[in-house]
């Protein structure tokens, strides 16, 4: 049997997202999915994984009720493994993908945690003016044909480490909480008048971004339609991001084609890396690139960097 990943989030009104959470809880036990929903007023977000019909299943049932906006991809192994939930096992008669440890859904007051849950304003069409969709081939043509155009990531910051769009900004931002105080900061000024092509891996944080951007005097603002995933998948190594794509599961990093390029350094020796790990010290929540080497590197380490000599 084969194990796939779905990634996929819509934006529209939930009029009561409790009532949505328990739904889409009892659908994935049904189906043995496991991963990780988000459900808030303004629509679902989620990433699960299963056997291939059951996601199939999945999709038939939740696009019911929601207009997804979905991607697929491969997912590591299978297990028989029993899933208890509450000290009850709900084990589906499906074998479970090992990319998630459990199933988690969750009532939020964002999909994202931007900090905008009253600013962002949401139809039954998606989130109403956010930046312009462009399709890969789109995104292509602008920066071919438009000079003055420029990528804006819209990931934490050591999401970029292993992996951006050539030339891009990426702005100093340790969570999505961050982006309005750094695009309210005038850092980014000089680009107000400019096309701007904000990015992320599946799309949905360029939807708030976009327009939270726009609201703030971003004058031409578009977002990937499909996020970074869609675009990868159309052009592999041969376009215009480079690197590796940090991804939320138990994957961690994924490559669109093989000998992709490597553009990350281990925090510790900086020898080429795309490994992401994170901090060894619990109180702790910075996540870096390491080299094998170096995946047990801690706060002390971090204190230490600059006495420690490069390969």
């Known amino acids: 049997m084969t194990a796939k990943i779905l990634l996929y989030y819509a934006f529209q009104p939930v009029p009561d997202p ?4 328990m739904w889409q809880r009892e659908l994935c036990e049904k189906l043995g999915l496991r991963g990780r929903i988000i459900i808030s007023k303004h629509g ?15 999709l038939k049932a939740t696009k019911a009720r929601f207009r997804l906006d979905v991607k697929w991809s491969d997912g590591t192994a299978l297990t028989t493994k029993p899933q208890l939930v509450h000290g009850v096992d709900r084990s589906a008669p499906w074998l479970q993908v090992t990319d998630f440890p459990k199933l988690s859904v969750k009532v939020r007051d964002e ?65 999505t909480h961050d982006f309005v105080r750094e695009i309210e900061s005038g850092k980014y000024d000089s680009i107000k008048d400019k096309p701007i092509v904000t990015y992320c891996t599946g799309g949905i944080r360029c939807e708030i971004l976009s327009a939270a951007m726009r609201k703030r005097g971003f004058n031409e603002v578009y977002q990937i339609d499909g996020g970074i995933v869609r675009y990868g998948e159309m052009f592999g190594n041969d376009g215009l991001w480079e690197g590796s794509l940090a991804v939320f599961d138990g994957r961690e990093v994924m490559d669109f084609a093989p000998e992709a390029k490597v553009i ?20 702790c929540r910075e996540r870096f690139v390491t080299c094998v080497e170096h995946t047990d590197a801690n706060c002390a380490t971090h204190n230490r960097l600059r006495e420690i000599p490069t390969r």
């Open 111 to 175: 999909l994202v945690a931007f900090g905008l849950p009253d600013e962002l304003q949401v139809g039954e069409r998606g989130v109403i003016g956010g930046g312009k969709h462009l399709k890969p081939e789109q995104v292509n043509e602008l920066m071919a044909t438009r000079k003055d155009a420029v990528f804006f990531d819209g990931r934490n910051a050591w999401e970029a480490e292993i992996g951006r769009f050539k030339n891009a900004i990426v702005p100093d931002v340790t969570t």
């Open 264 to 283: 990350g350094e281990c925090i510790v020796c900086k020898s080429a890396s795309n490994k992401l790990a994170n901090c060894g010290e619990r109180s």
């Open 44 to 58: 679902i977000n989620g990433t699960v994984g299963g056997e291939i019909d059951a996601c199939k299943a999945y």
């Open 18 to 21: 409790e009532l949505t959470r």
